[in-house]
């Protein structure tokens, strides 16, 4: 195959030979069941166990305990909300933002057909979550959850995880906190027994961090009320039912030492991003979606004004340059991003938004070879789109109102 300069980092991500390497033994030597008794299942378990105790180092846990692996963030965060929701029958009102992963939203609206009430807080132009909104929503003695992600997978925006915790909290001890930090492990430092001792729950997926897919982890805080969300067997302290994917836990443990090694890059990261935006705003009517908020250091959210984003990535592709429209769980829908709708981004640049999110395995060629071939991309592309006044060279008098 051509070179392939892959940006789509928040989708899913390589994983390394260091990662394969480390799971290669417990797929044919060490295969056995950790739940067994002979003595050979005792090397099966000791690598759970340490795996357990190596991500509970690597987010700042102050338990290995309260580590629960998963299959997936999407089933971390299920089992976080529905085994809230099992553990506190009397409380119904739940508490999220407009802007979350599908795997949070979806389960929101189906909680809602089950009588459940949902207040979901908006954000604004930069995709800041509404403060005061969000102080306003919380109900002493009713509200019994409230999930709000770490960092959008769309924008990278990050939400103040810290200090909404800590409101919660003060406001009713009793409220649980819960927080997809899919998008953030890995990119910042979580520090769960400090920073965010205010956090009872925290989910993340393995192939966002360089581990393979299929692999998830819950963190659950020792005494938060959760009730088990698959029944089955004894694994997991009784919290989830299935055979642990033993293989899959210990590449997962190794992608996060990895990790933590890496988190000195983060300036070499921040760099490329700004170079990025500062190579994409050289294109007339280009605007970076986020900017001006705390955002993940690897991703960029460009909004190319009156053409498609279809268009824009099916010609990216063609130059060997792998990005997104958004979320990858979404890439099936037409609709317009829901992030960038909450964030009233003007309809003719929500259309034309385009992702690009780095890695540590990101060069500064890569970048060079977007920035080469975007704006011939963009201007081929404007010749065509009827919002785009060729003569001009800009939006048509009604392209550029805002999407209310």
């Not at 940006?7 to 069941?33: G, K």
């Not at 090397?43 to 166990?49: F, I, Q, W």
């Not at 770490?150 to 409220?175: C, H, M, W």
């Not at 010609?315 to 890439?331: M, P, V, Y």
Request: charged share 25%; proline share 4%; net charge negative.
């Amino acid at each position: 195959m051509s070179r392939c300069v892959y940006l789509d980092n928040n989708a899913t991500t390589r994983v390394p030979e260091e990662v394969v390497e480390a799971m290669q033994p417990y797929f044919s030597d060490i295969y056995f069941n950790p739940s067994s008794m002979y003595e050979r299942a005792k090397l099966s378990a000791s690598a759970l166990e340490k795996a357990r105790k190596t991500i509970a180092h690597f987010l700042g846990a102050k338990q290995s305990s309260e580590i629960l692996f998963t299959s997936c963030a999407t089933e971390s965060n299920n089992t976080a909300i529905r085994g809230a929701i099992m553990a506190n029958p009397t409380r119904k009102h739940i508490i999220t933002s407009e802007v979350e992963h599908p795997a949070v939203l979806a389960l929101c609206e189906q909680l809602e057909r089950e009588g459940y009430e949902i207040s979901r807080i908006g954000v604004n132009q930069k995709g800041e979550l509404d403060m005061k909104a969000f102080v306003k929503a919380l109900r002493p003695g009713e509200t019994l959850l409230v999930s709000m992600m770490y960092a959008n997978n769309e924008t990278g925006v990050v939400f103040p995880i810290q200090k909404l915790s800590q409101i919660v909290k003060a406001t009713d001890s009793r409220i649980l906190f819960h927080t997809d930090a899919t998008q953030a492990v890995a990119k910042v430092r979580i520090d769960l027994s400090h920073e965010l001792e205010n956090v009872d729950f925290l989910s993340f997926s393995g192939h966002k961090i360089h581990a393979p897919k299929g692999i998830g982890v819950l963190y659950m805080k020792k005494g938060a009320a959760c009730r088990p969300f698959l029944y089955g067997g004894h694994q997991e302290s009784g919290r989830r039912g299935g055979t642990e994917n033993i293989p899959y836990i210990v590449g997962l443990a190794k992608a996060c030492e990895l990790a933590e090694a890496s988190f000195d890059q983060e300036a070499r990261l921040i760099a490329l991003r700004d170079k990025l935006e500062q190579g994409l705003l050289k294109i007339p009517y280009v605007v970076i979606n986020g900017q001006g908020a705390e955002r993940l250091p690897n991703t960029v959210n460009a909004a190319f004004h009156c053409i498609e984003g279809e268009g824009i990535l099916y010609q990216l592709d063609l130059e060997g340059i792998c990005a997104s429209s958004g979320s990858a769980c979404t890439s099936g829908s037409l609709d317009p991003s829901h992030v960038l709708r909450a964030m009233h981004v003007p309809f003719t640049a929500v259309h034309g938004s385009i992702r690009f999110s780095m890695s540590r395995e990101t060069t500064e060629e890569d970048i060079d070879h977007v920035l080469a071939v975007m704006p011939k991309i963009v201007d081929n592309l404007r010749k065509l789109s009827p919002y785009w006044d060729q003569e001009k060279q800009c939006p048509r008098g009604e392209a550029l109102i805002i999407e209310k």
